[in-house]
């Protein structure tokens, strides 16, 4: 960041805090207001803007009422905390914020009392929000959601390391806070689709990497880490650029408009934290929106694959699968385990069996959702009116750590797939992180 860039930033921050006054509606447009894609959706402007943030992800708790907080979120290196009462009660909720105060939280993450939230609460990516889509949100908030009683709870982080004082200069330091900007020349689709992905859809909060301070370390499209994949909780959130391979490179937009609203294509499935990104916020999207999402993420350019070879289908080793020659290492357990539903050519059955053969998730250069997703098993996406019936079982008790790295290695290197092999001991690491009988590893993003 420019140093002109940050006394901006510093100057437009002091300009909000210190606004008291309403301030003017802007103009609609598009890119910016959500008026028309909530009636194309059938819901209110209000309560659609809450599914594109996805708010009752992480201010909801499956016992509590909606919104009323409560989810407890780590703060690396620092402690826990919880999500609080976003509800219009009074006491415990946000019931006595004015519109000015709300939008002061959402964007630079300064509370009523002026105690600064962690980054936990994305508002970096808030930030960008529309002053319309602002003021139906709080409108939203305010009226139409059940004011609820459920007290917050108090953050779990010793005195000596709590540094919300600090989380000013954090601000200085990794985020911006000024509103989206149409950038000119580009289509409104365009617009539409960089306003959603790198605001109110928080995207980049999962998909790209994050430097010291915890910052991403990129928010828009000219940064070559913006949504290059990124590591959490155990997952990989892998990359969502033009990588050829591992990345979006070869899905096509409807490709990526349709696993946004289904939870898959044929490419692959959701799984992982994913999951409740589909299921709470972008299944309830405008067909135009879910366009608009894949036109932009299909204008990012490679990031470490620019010259790799594009992936090249290959029969090998369905041909010695189908012979029973298991002189490939892995070639065994995944024949015995997996081939029912994967299949020996490694296709799948579409769309509900995902293919392992050309996936990019499979060939992500980091295997952590692999190794999670084998020993784990997956959420279940929501597809019309209930839950997908087909789910990926899990292989905690039945396969050893070795098993379960050789059978991931096959399936890295088999059917055209090229990604590095799997070790045990990289699956030991996740075997011990998620052992479901210990509960002192608390999720840094995992959503409900
Ligand atoms: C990724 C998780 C996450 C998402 C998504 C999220 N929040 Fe938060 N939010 C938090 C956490 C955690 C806190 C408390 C932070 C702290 O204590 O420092 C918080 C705090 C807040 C506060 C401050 C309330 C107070 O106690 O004064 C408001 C207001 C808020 N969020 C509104 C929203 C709205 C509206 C949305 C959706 C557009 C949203 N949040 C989405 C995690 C999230
Ligand atoms: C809470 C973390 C989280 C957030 C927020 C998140 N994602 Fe993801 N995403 C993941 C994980 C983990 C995966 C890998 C598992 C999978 O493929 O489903 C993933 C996978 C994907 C994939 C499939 C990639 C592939 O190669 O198969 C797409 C497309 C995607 N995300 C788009 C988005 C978009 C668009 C947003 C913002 C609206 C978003 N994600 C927000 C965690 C997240
Ligand atoms: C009963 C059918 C079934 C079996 C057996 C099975 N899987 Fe899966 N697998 C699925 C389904 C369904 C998904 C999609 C995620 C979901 O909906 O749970 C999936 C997803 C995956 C994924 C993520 C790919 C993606 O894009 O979703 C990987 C990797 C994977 N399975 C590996 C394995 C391995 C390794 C084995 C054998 C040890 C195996 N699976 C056995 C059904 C199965």
Redesign the pocket.
Known sequence: MSLYKLSLSLVVAGLVAGCNSDTVTTESTFATDSAAQAQAAGISHGEY??R????V???STPEGEPLA?G?K?AVPMLGN??????TPDPQNG?GE?SFDE?DR??RT?V???G????P????PS?AKMSEQDMRA?YDF?MNDVQASAQP?LP?EIEGIRDV?WA?GIWNVLAAEDDAYEPVAGQSDGWNRGAYLVQG?G?CG?CHTPRGLLMQEKGTEDGDSDFLSGAPLDHWSASSLNGDINSGLGRWSEADVAEFLQTGHNKFGTAFGTMVEVINNSTRHMSDTDLAAMAEYMKSLPANVEANATPYVASTAEADQLTALDFSKTGSSTYYEYCSNCHVTSGVGYYPYQPPLASNPVVMDPDPSSLINITLNGSLRVFTGQGPDVNDMPYFRQLLSDQQIADTLTFIRSSWGNTAAPVTAAQVTEIRDATDPTRNDDIFV?R?K
Do not use: K, Q, S, W
């Open positions: 803007v809450a594109l943030g996805n708010c992800a992480c201010h907080g989810l979120m905390i919880y999500a609080t009462n976003i946000i914020y709300f939280v959402m993450g509370a009523r009392d105690h600064r939230l962690y936990a609460m994305p508002y808030y949100l908030l917050n953050e919300r989380m109110l928080h909060a993003l959503m």
